[in-house]
């Protein structure tokens, strides 16, 4: 394999700035990369098209990379920052009066561990992806080491487009599944079933339900597990409002193709989470209040 030169321009080398493909009849060798929605100029952190979604962020500019956020966030495809997960959470549990170190916590497992990134961008954001910045060693260091080498072994079929974690985790269905956009969405959120390549049965536990069997426990006092299952839920109930249950095609294009299946991971009009902040926002509200009210109730009770 020929690799790039230091400077990353070597032109036997396919990719650039964050592992996009050049494009270099634009602008010469590497300065222009393929972010497949827009097209990004490296040498100034900039994309030379307007931002389709420029209506909904009217406080940063409409051609800025990563929502100008560069070293906490990466923009994969040219469409939505990667950290709007955790800045949800985040932003929903301090409201509902979670101490901000446990709300760090829940919503890193909400964003980076729920995600389970590509090892690339694992490294390469380690401690800021996912928000962790700001983290000391050793809270990082019990992050990533809780089930195993790295602390995501739960999560690793995450990105994969055929399995029960991917398409319960981002309320999804894969490219071969029969079922329609809804009950891939009520599977998802309040439970349900998904039959596999083997037409094996396993059972999905929604993300309500996770939300369900935390009533009446005290958010601080979770176990990293619970935290864990927590932020993936919320993960879940944010991804069921961005991804609406279509279908997930990365690997797998020519067996979908053949079924008639086409990719809808992500659909930038409809899917793209920037686009449905707002209600995922108030969705990850609600959920978090659910559990913090009956807290309260049973709190006020104790009282009397």
């Given at each position: 394999?020929?690799?790039?030169?230091?400077?990353?321009?070597?032109?036997?080398?396919?990719?650039?700035?964050?592992?996009m493909?050049?494009?270099?009849?634009?602008?010469g060798?590497?300065?222009?990369?393929?972010y497949?929605?827009r097209?990004h100029?490296?040498?100034?952190?900039?994309?030379?098209?307007?931002?389709?979604?420029?209506?909904?962020?009217?406080?940063?500019?409409?051609?800025n990379?990563?929502s100008?956020?560069?070293?906490?966030?990466?923009?994969?495809?040219?469409?939505?920052?990667?950290?709007?997960?955790?800045?949800?959470?985040?932003?929903?549990?301090?409201?509902a009066g979670?101490?901000?170190?446990?709300?760090?916590?829940?919503?890193?497992f909400?964003?980076?561990?729920a995600?389970?990134?590509?090892?690339?961008?694992?490294?390469y954001?380690?401690?800021?992806y996912?928000?962790?910045?700001?983290?000391?060693?050793?809270?990082?260091?019990?992050?990533?080491?809780?089930?195993?080498h790295g602390?995501y072994?739960?999560?690793?079929?995450?990105?994969?487009?055929?399995?029960?974690?991917?398409v319960?985790?981002?309320?999804?269905?894969?490219?071969?599944?029969?079922?329609?956009?809804?009950?891939?969405?009520k599977?998802?959120?309040?439970?349900?079933t998904?039959?596999?390549?083997?037409n094996?049965?396993?059972?999905?536990?929604?993300?309500?339900?996770?939300?369900?069997?935390?009533?009446?426990?005290?958010?601080?006092?979770?176990?990293?597990?619970d935290?864990?299952?927590?932020?993936v839920?919320?993960?879940t109930?944010q991804?069921?409002?961005?991804?609406?249950?279509k279908r997930?095609v990365d690997?797998h294009?020519?067996?979908?193709e053949?079924m008639?299946?086409e990719?809808e991971?992500?659909?930038?009009?409809?899917?793209?989470?920037?686009?449905?902040y707002?209600?995922?926002?108030?969705?990850t509200?609600?959920?978090?209040?659910?559990?913090?009210?009956?807290?309260?109730s049973?709190?006020?009770?104790?009282?009397?």
């Amino acid at each position: 394999m020929l690799l790039p030169s230091r400077n990353g321009n070597s032109s036997n080398y396919r990719y650039g700035f964050n592992g996009m493909e050049k494009d270099d009849e634009i602008k010469g060798e590497g300065n222009s990369v393929n972010y497949k929605y827009r097209m990004h100029d490296p040498r100034v952190g900039r994309f030379f098209a307007l931002d389709p979604l420029a209506k909904n962020f009217s406080d940063v500019s409409h051609y800025n990379f990563a929502s100008n956020t560069p070293v906490v966030a990466i923009d994969q495809d040219g469409g939505f920052t990667v950290w709007r997960h955790y800045h949800m959470t985040k932003k929903a549990l301090i409201k509902a009066g979670i101490k901000r170190k446990t709300a760090r916590q829940i919503a890193h497992f909400a964003s980076t561990y729920a995600d389970h990134p590509t090892a690339g961008i694992l490294l390469y954001n380690l401690g800021v992806y996912g928000g962790m910045r700001g983290a000391t060693t050793q809270e990082l260091d019990d992050l990533l080491y809780q089930d195993g080498h790295g602390g995501y072994d739960a999560t690793k079929e995450s990105q994969s487009d055929e399995l029960v974690a991917s398409v319960s985790i981002h309320a999804m269905r894969t490219y071969w599944e029969e079922i329609d956009e809804e009950t891939a969405i009520k599977r998802s959120l309040y439970g349900g079933t998904f039959i596999d390549k083997d037409n094996c049965s396993i059972t999905i536990v929604g993300a309500y339900e996770v939300i369900d069997s935390f009533k009446g426990k005290d958010i601080e006092k979770l176990s990293i597990q619970d935290k864990k299952r927590l932020g993936v839920a919320l993960h879940t109930i944010q991804d069921a409002v961005s991804h609406k249950g279509k279908r997930w095609v990365d690997d797998h294009e020519k067996e979908a193709e053949k079924m008639g299946h086409e990719n809808e991971h992500p659909d930038f009009d409809e899917v793209v989470l920037a686009k449905n902040y707002y209600k995922a926002l108030k969705d990850t509200e609600k959920a978090i209040k659910t559990i913090t009210e009956k807290n309260s109730s049973n709190s006020n009770n104790e009282n009397k």
